[in-house]
C-alpha cells in the first residue's frame, strides 16, 4: 500500500550500512519509516531524509506493517540552525516533545506548522531562543489539551496588575493577594502573563509576534517548561543537554 504526505524528520537512526530509521511528523501524526541506502551520498533519498528536513514523502507499507520511504522530494532544509549549537539543542529537545507527545488529527497539523515556523526563526543568528522555546513549550501544551485558565484569577476574578501565580497541577491563576492566602508565591510578572495569553490565544501566524524584557521571556521559558514536564512525567532526554547551552 503505497502513500503520499509532507513530513519535517525529527529523528534519525543508522542501521545496516546505509539504511536509516527516520521519526516523521506528518500533517496525520508521527510515522516510522524505513529509508534504505539513504546514507549513500548518490542516493535519491540521501538530502531529503536527514535530520530535519521537510520533505514531500512517499510511504510504502509492507505486508508487516512496516513503511519504507519509496521517494522523497525536498521542500525545506533547515540547515541554519546547525550555525547555532544553542539553536540545535534546542531543535532536538523540540522533537523529542513532538515525538514524545505522539500528536494525530488536527493536533499533528498544529505541530507541525509550529515546528516548522520555530525551525525557522531558529535558523535566524537574531532569535532570542528563550521566546522560541517558551513559545513552543504552551503551544504544545495547548495542542494537546493542556491549556491553562489564564483567564483572570480563580478566586477574586482580577484580570491584570502586579504578579500572578499560575498554579502547575491544577493551570489555574492566582492573584499575588489570593496566593499569598494560600502561601504561594508568585511566579508570573504581568508581563509574563501578558505574553503567555497572547501565545495561547493568537492566531498561528502572530504567535512570536510579542516582546518581553529578558529576565520577564527567560521565567516564562522556565514555568512553561514546568508545566510541560508535568504533562509529559519523565524529562526528554535531550533536555539535560539544552540547559547546559541554554540555562
Known amino acids: 500500500m503505497q502513500s503520499t504526505t509532507e513530513g519535517l524528520v525529527l529523528r534519525e537512526v543508522k542501521f545496516r550500512e546505509s539504511d536509516r530509521m527516520l521519526t516523521i511528523l506528518t500533517p496525520q501524526g508521527i510515522v516510522s519509516a524505513a529509508a534504505k541506502g539513504s546514507l549513500r551520498l548518490k542516493s535519491k533519498l540521501f538530502s531529503a531524509c536527514g535530520l530535519f528536513c521537510y520533505s514531500d514523502f512517499t510511504l510504502y507499507q509492507g505486508r508487516n506493517g512496516v513503511y519504507q520511504v519509496d521517494e522523497a522530494q525536498i521542500k525545506k532544509i533547515f540547515f541554519d540552525i546547525r550555525n547555532r549549537v544553542e539553536a540545535l539543542a534546542l ?34 543568528e537574531d532569535t532570542n531562543l528563550y ?12 495542542l494537546a489539551g493542556f491549556m491553562p485558565d489564564i483567564v483572570m484569577c480563580k478566586q477574586c476574578g482580577k484580570y491584570e496588575g502586579g504578579s500572578f501565580y499560575l498554579d502547575i497541577p491544577t493551570g489555574q491563576l492566582l492573584c499575588s493577594q489570593c496566593a499569598a492566602l494560600q502561601n504561594k508565591q508568585p511566579n508570573l510578572d504581568s508581563g509574563g502573563l501578558a505574553a503567555m495569553r497572547h501565545i495561547l490565544l493568537a492566531e498561528d501566524k502572530k504567535v512570536f509576534s510579542f516582546s518581553l524584557k529578558e529576565e520577564s521571556l527567560k521565567r516564562l521559558c522556565k514555568i512553561s517548561r514546568v508545566m510541560l514536564l508535568d504533562v509529559l512525567e519523565k524529562p526528554p532526554k535531550t533536555l539535560e543537554f539544552l540547559d547546559t547551552v541554554l540555562p
Open 91 to 124: 531543535a532536538m529537545y523540540l522533537a523529542e516533545v513532538a515525538i514524545t507527545l505522539q500528536p494525530t488529527g488536527a493536533e499533528a497539523e498544529g505541530m507541525l506548522r509550529l515546528l516548522l515556523n520555530s525551525l525557522y526563526l531558529m535558523g535566524k
Open 131 to 142: 521566546q522560541v522555546c517558551a513559545v513552543a513549550q504552551l503551544k504544545a501544551l495547548s
